[in-house]
């Protein structure tokens, strides 16, 4: 099961591919469109149906769950989320479409390059305390502009102009973390799956309300990267 803010070893191995691998026998776990989404018993349910809906999404059989009027009738009173996401605000990484979910299935919450400030970790931190999502995911993906902005400062290149300069001091640490060899693209793949493993940490490590969830085992924390061209993702 999921421990600790982090999965097991056998999770991990039997769920890799929870954002966008194998789902096997998980089908069954997708919510109906016309029925209220299912509420995760925990992390490891919640995760399993983020594993179901993007195998659906990456195969090109997507349901698109929970988009009709009696559906969204029946979200009025309240919500029940099966995870928050923390995602880039790239366009093309959009939680609801990779994960083939609907509404008031994702507490989603956005960002380039998954970056932390207080309106990001307070959003996160409603999620955990007033919403009661098992499961947080960060979600990094390939070819993040956010994080190839960060690779040319540190590799010498001029600093962006704007509040863009505050996104790349935010990615500088983890990028500055990573020393495996590589070309160019194996390089920035690393520091893109660097970045989304310090937000996860540090949402747990910085955050008493997270902190508290993760420890009592209500929620846990995880750090993803999704790939733009095949439509699947991998747990880090």
Known sequence: ?????????????????????????????SPDSSTTSPSPAGADDAWALLAAGNERFATGEPEHPHADEPYRESLVAGQHPI?????????????????????????????????????????IEYAVEHVAVPLVVVLGHAGCGAVQATVDVVRGGPAPNGSIAALVQAIEPAVRGVTTPGDD?????????????????ALSDTSPIVRAAVAAGRTAVVAGVYDLESGRGSQL
Request: some cysteine; aromatic content about 4%.
């Open 1 to 29: 099961m999921i421990d600790d803010g982090r999965l097991s070893r056998r999770h991990a191995l039997g769920l890799l591919g929870a954002l966008g691998l194998t789902a096997t026998g998980l089908a069954a776990c």
């Open 83 to 123: 995870a928050c996401v923390l995602s880039c605000a790239d366009s093309r990484v959009a939680p609801e479409l990779v994960f083939d979910q609907g509404l008031g299935d994702l507490f989603t919450v956005r960002s380039a390059g998954e970056v932390l400030d207080d309106a990001v970790v307070g959003s």
């Open 185 to 201: 693209a194996a390089y920035l793949a690393d520091c893109v799956e660097a970045q989304a493993r310090s937000a996860a940490a």
